[in-house]
């Protein structure tokens, strides 16, 4: 009997809601937004990773001291075979610094709820989870 695997994208995401609504950025070439961060490098933990990601991605310096863990979301991967799911372990931190597009990122965007269409399918979990708690519109 041969076991079929599936695959997971294992991914950091930094939630920073302001307004009730969430900051979110999409990359270069693509049309589909999600939340900022990214992958671990090899020896990294999960706040040495985002803090990376983020400074990478938006310029600004998320302080170790405040980042919270808010929870852990999965689904199909956009753009993947089926089967291929992401997981975006998302944390909450303040920072420092003017926010900024960088690297890959084309454009950040402050979306809620009402732009379910525009996100990635895990985000739309997460969006979710966020209107059910009331902390987006």
């Known amino acids: ?3 079929e695997t599936v695959k997971e994208i294992d ?3 930094w939630l920073y809601i302001k307004d009730k609504k969430v900051l979110c950025a999409r990359s270069r070439g ?3 937004y999600y939340i900022p ?3 671990r490098d090899p020896g990294e933990n999960d706040h040495e990773a985002l803090i990376r990601e983020i400074k990478e991605e938006l310029s600004v310096d998320l302080e170790l ?3 919270e863990y808010y929870g852990t979301f999965k689904a199909q991967a956009d753009g993947k075979p089926a089967g291929t799911m ?3 372990t998302c944390y909450e931190a303040n920072f420092t610094g003017e926010l900024s597009v960088d ?3 084309e454009e950040m965007a402050w979306l809620d709820s009402s732009n379910l269409d525009k996100c990635s399918v895990v985000v739309k979990h997460l969006f979710n989870d966020l209107k059910d708690k009331q902390l987006i519109l």
């Open 30 to 32: 693509k049309e589909t």
């Open 103 to 105: 690297s890959e990122i």
């Open 1 to 3: 009997m041969v076991r």
């Open 37 to 39: 961060g990214g992958k």
């Open 65 to 67: 001291n405040s980042v």
């Open 11 to 13: 991914k950091l995401a």
């Open 86 to 88: 992401v997981k975006i």
